[in-house]
Structure formats: C-alpha cells, structure tokens
C-alpha cells in the first residue's frame, strides 16, 4: 500500500509545484505523446521479454500493494516445521510420506496458509524432505543441492525486475523521441501564427517531461520495490532451508524451529519466547 502512497505523492508534488508556478495542468495531456511513450515501452517489452517472464511481470506487479512475509507469516512457518517434524521423531521418517505426497491434503500442511499457497515453498519443502528420507542425498550435499534451488528460482523471479529496469532506462530516450517528432511536426507550420507554434514545441516539450517523470518516478521505483520483494521472499525459502537442514542433522524439533528463526531477518524475526509459546498451543491443539 506505501508503494500506491508514494505514487500519489510523485503525482501531487510534480502538478502541485507545476500549477504554483502558474502551469495549467491540461496543458501536460497530450494524448499523441501518451501513445508514442507507452506504444514505445510496450513495444519495447513484447520484443525483449518471453511469455512466460511477461506473465511474472504482471503478477509481480500486481502484487505491488501487498508486503513481503511479516513476522506472523514467520512464526507460521516455524509452527508448520516444528509440527511435521514431530510426527518425524513420534513415528519415523516413514510417516511423512502421506504428507510430502499430497502436501494440499495433509492436515498439517494444508492448514498454514502462506506455506501452501506458495507453490514453490511446498515443491522445495516435499522435494528436500523426500531426498532426506529416502537418503537419495549425501547429508553434505543438501545444502548444496538447496542453494541450487534457491539461486534457480531467484534468478527467474529477478528477470522482471531486469526488463523494468532497462525500460525506465529507456523512458528518457523515448521521451526524446517524441520530442524530436514534435519538433518536426512544428517545423512543418514555421509560417504560422507565434501562439499556435509556442502549443507546439510545448507539446513537444511534454514528451521529454513525460519519458523523464515515467522513468524516474514510477517504473524505476516499481523495479526497486519489486527487487526487495523478491529478495524478502528469499528470506522466507532460507528459513525453510535452515529448518531442513535442522532436521536433517538430527535436530529435536523445538530446536529446528530455533535454528531456522536465527536466519530470519531482525526486522521481522519472531522472538524466542513467540515461536516457543506458537509450538506449545500448536501442540495442544
């Protein structure tokens, strides 16, 4: 939501100083300029980016207003690990099969949210948790073959990001495009009245203003905001690795959950006593 704030306030600040100075605000739309910028980015962005990345720039977009995992996301996930994991200790490894196999139906899987809804979460949960059981894996190979993973998914979540980047980079370029289009079209009426060229060479103007303000107050930004997004989902899949790992050393449960709070980030990192408190009611119930 801050992100839609900040938007509004690029927008206020740049009309609001604009009419002070005695600017009238009709006179920045131009609809030629509108289409020649846009047209020019999203040309730009069909040509450089397959489908597949093209539909994570929209979801990743689309997701602007939402946060990255909070603390509760957190203390959620730790619950599921210490969970899972119990019924490891309780009843051997064996017992995991029913839950690693159809993760959307198991009854502990199922009810943490943020977890199953994250369709890469659960595959790299069910996929770590099947090599360890099924000791397909070297134990000092997992982390390795984790970080492989973890960078794969990563780096494909980064390439919007990329592509958003190089298009605000372009934005001024665009923008000097329209320009120079306008100046061609008033060069055509240099014989008319002093006024009617003046309306020109500003709409001229306004497509340099334009390719600058899109570039530097919005796409810019967005790729910013969307590249600490992804590095905060990050953050969520290395707990889950540290937890995993946790278990595959033989750690008791209540301590996988400990040594997986560490590696959260302080910001959002659940304290000792939230995660111990979260484990016992879970255990209860």
């Known amino acids: ?70 603390k509760k996301d957190y203390i959620d996930l730790l619950v599921m690990m210490y969970e899972i994991f119990n019924i490891a200790r309780r009843d051997g490894v064996i017992a995991l099969e029913s839950h690693i196999e159809k993760p959307k139906e198991s009854e502990i899987l199922s009810k943490h949210k943020k977890f199953i809804n994250d369709h890469f979460a659960v595959a790299f949960f069910c996929d770590t948790v099947r090599s360890i059981t099924t000791g397909a894996v070297p134990g000092h190979e997992l982390d390795e073959i984790m970080d492989l993973d ?57 497509g340099t203003f334009l390719g600058i303000l899109a570039a530097y107050g919005f796409i810019q930004p967005t790729a910013m905001n969307l590249e600490q997004k992804n590095t905060a989902n990050l953050g969520y899949y290395v707990c889950l690795k540290q937890g995993l790992l946790g278990f595959n050393r033989g750690y008791v449960p209540s301590f996988v959950a400990e040594f997986a709070r560490r590696s959260i980030s302080p910001e959002v990192r659940p304290t000792f006593t939230e995660v111990e408190d979260a484990c016992r009611e879970a255990k209860k119930s």
């Open 150 to 206: 973890l960078e794969s998914h990563h780096g494909e979540q980064e390439l919007p990001t990329g592509i958003l980047t190089k298009v605000g980079d372009s934005m001024p370029g665009f923008g000097i495009v329209a320009a120079v289009l306008g100046v061609v079209i008033t060069m055509g009426h240099i014989d008319g009245p002093p006024e009617e060229i003046g309306e020109m060479v500003g709409t001229a103007l306004v």
């Open 1 to 70: 939501m801050i992100a839609i704030v900040g938007f509004v306030v690029v927008i206020g600040a740049v009309l609001g100083g604009f009419m002070l100075a005695g600017g009238q605000p009709m006179a920045l739309v131009h609809v030629s300029e509108f289409v020649t910028l846009g047209g020019a980015a999203l040309g730009m962005i069909l040509i450089s980016t397959p489908m597949s990345t093209l539909k994570k720039m929209i979801s990743q977009i689309t997701s602007l207003p939402k946060s990255g995992p909070t």
